[in-house]
């Protein structure tokens, strides 16, 4: 089973692997005095990359609840109406 940080890394590499048009990388960010690690996922004509954290994705998948092949492509299917719903640097 893969650590946290590796799967993190797997699955941002797998939706880089799998799109166009979107950017991808593993970044540490600070909120709330907490450091959590994420991917950020940007889009060009998008002023800020959206994050996301796979805190709980990781647990389900650790207890064997998750498979990546299709948790990466769920992710992968929500990307365009996760951008259609945030404001657009026009």
Do not use: H, W
């Not at 991917?39 to 998948?61: F, H, Q, R, T, W």
């Amino acid at each position: 089973m893969m650590k946290f940080e590796n799967f993190v890394n797997e699955v941002a590499s797998r939706m880089e692997e799998l799109t166009t048009g979107y950017t991808f990388s593993v970044q540490v960010c600070s909120k709330l005095n907490l450091k959590r690690l994420g991917i950020s996922v940007g889009k060009e004509g998008y002023d800020v990359p959206l994050m996301l954290y796979l805190d709980d994705s990781y647990e389900a998948y650790a207890k064997g609840n998750l498979d990546i092949n299709d948790y990466v492509a769920g992710l992968i299917t929500q990307l365009p109406e996760i951008f259609d719903n945030v404001p657009c640097v026009e």
